[in-house]
């Protein structure tokens, strides 16, 4: 399975792994049935009702799922948050219930329909996903987090709450994914998202996705993000 064992730090290695791993070189794959994605992740995409994997996810999902550090920019709706649950649920090992995927997301609407997407691409898989927002009860994110889930997508404020009181536990995580992270630099997240990562294991795969990027938020990419594939391909950061 793709994961972090098969994290490559090395730019030599990755290429040498999944083909040309630099943006430019990267072919789209034009359909789900090639992207590598195991068979219950596949059903769940089409029972959900997804056909035909949009440009990005044409794009990004093999990096992603490859362990890769991704940076994806595409325009509003064009399919990010569901590339992210579709690349959650195939990352995710869900024969044990420990936090290993954390997206972090700007609004409680959007870590709902995170939640969501999740739920319903992973229908085959049992996943269990927590969102983890402000203005809910801290009791229900205590005793959801204490049964154990293996998703967490949330605010940064409430995300490091639960963080700082151990109840949700960072050691298992793999992949930190932070989604429309400008507008969450634009919303003043910014330090919070930083005391989050400082509590996540070293080992740990990161994806950003937003509509825009912003000179911060590729400034955070540089402390957070190992050779991280850029889609579409800019200049370099
Ligand atoms: N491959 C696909 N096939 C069909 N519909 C899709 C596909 N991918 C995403 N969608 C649908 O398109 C809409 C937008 O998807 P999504 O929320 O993932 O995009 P987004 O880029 O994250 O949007 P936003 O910029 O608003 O966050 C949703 O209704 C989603 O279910
Ligand atoms: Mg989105």
Known sequence: MAGTSERQRSGMASDEKLGRVTSDGLEPITSFD??????DVLRGIYQYGYEKPSAIQQRAVRSIIGGHDVIAQAQSGTGKTSMIALSVCHLVDTSYRDVQALILCPTRELAAQTEKLIL?????????????VGGKSVGEDIRKLEH???VVCGTPGRVFDMIKRRTLRTRAMKLLVLDESDEMLSRGFKDQIYDVYRYLPPELQVCLV???LAHETLEMTKKFMTDPVRIPAQREI
């Open 34 to 39: 090639e992207m590598g994605l195991k068979d």
């Open 120 to 132: 319903g691409v992973g229908n085959f898989i049992n996943i269990q996903v927590h969102a983890c």
């Open 148 to 150: 154990g889930v293996h």
């Open 210 to 212: 937003s509509a825009t």
